[in-house]
């Protein structure tokens, strides 16, 4: 709400000051609200960081395991071949 407030003021020799002062009320500040806020954005902010960081491990993980499992596929072509030529030489003699 918004007040208008007037004031006459006379010197003793006559003379006329007017004043005018307006008077607001003003909404609180809302401090607490702000304070939530800022915990609110510190918190999703840790929850993003926690998120990408496993995201991270993971992908690191699942390069892990890839990775082992192309060493199995290699021991194993390894042994096929190894297989063949035991094969072959016996066929041979």
Do not use: C
């Not at 003793?12 to 800022?38: A, C, R, Y």
Request: proline share 2%.
């Amino acid at each position: 709400m918004t007040e208008e407030r007037i004031t006459e003021t006379r010197t003793p020799e006559g003379n006329t000051h007017t004043t005018t002062t307006i008077v607001t009320d003003q909404p609180g500040s809302g401090g607490g609200s702000k304070w939530f806020g800022l915990l609110a954005l510190i918190l999703v902010g840790g929850a993003a960081v926690l998120v990408f960081s496993q995201m991270s491990d993971a992908e690191v993980a699942k390069d892990a395991a890839v990775a082992d499992a192309a060493t199995q596929v290699g021991n194993a072509a390894g042994q096929v071949g190894d297989a063949a030529e035991q094969a072959i030489d016996k066929v041979a003699q």
